[in-house]
Nanobody
C-alpha cells in the first residue's frame, strides 16, 4: 500500500522560497501521475501543479506559473514542489497525491493522498 508523506513546509517571509517533498513508502511513485494541491480552512481544495505519469507534461495553476516547479527524482521515490517568490496568498496546507490524472483543471481523481504540510507566508 503506497503511503505519501509531505515535508518542507513552514513559515517564510513574502518573496522567500520553500521546497516541499512528497516521499513514498510501501511502494515507489512508479509511473504515477503526481499532483500537488492546497487548501485553506473554509475554502475548496485547489490544484497547484501536476506532472504526468512519464513526466511528459506538467500543469500549473495560473497564479503560481513562473514561481512553482514540480519535479520528481530519478528513483521515483520522491516528488517535489519548488516554490519561489512566495506570496501571502500562497498560505495553505499543501498535499501531494499519486495515481490519478494530470489535467489542466486538476482533477482530484488521485487514489493516494498525503496528510499535508502547512505553508505560511507572512512578514
Amino acid at each position: 500500500q503506497l503511503q505519501l508523506v509531505e515535508s518542507g513546509g513552514g513559515l517564510v517571509q513574502p518573496g522567500g522560497s520553500l521546497t516541499l517533498s512528497c516521499e513514498a513508502s510501501g511502494s515507489t511513485l512508479g509511473n504515477y501521475a503526481i499532483g500537488w494541491f492546497r487548501q485553506v480552512p473554509g475554502k475548496e481544495r485547489e490544484g497547484v501543479a501536476c506532472i504526468s505519469s512519464l513526466d511528459e507534461w506538467m500543469y500549473y495553476r495560473e497564479s503560481v506559473k513562473g514561481r512553482f516547479s514540480i519535479t520528481r527524482d530519478v528513483s521515483r521515490v520522491s516528488a517535489y514542489l519548488q516554490m519561489n517568490n512566495l506570496k501571502p496568498e500562497d498560505t495553505a496546507k499543501y498535499s501531494c497525491a499519486a495515481l490519478g490524472t494530470c489535467t489542466p483543471n486538476f482533477q482530484e481523481d488521485y487514489m493516494y493522498w498525503g496528510r499535508g504540510t502547512q505553508v505560511t507566508v507572512s512578514s
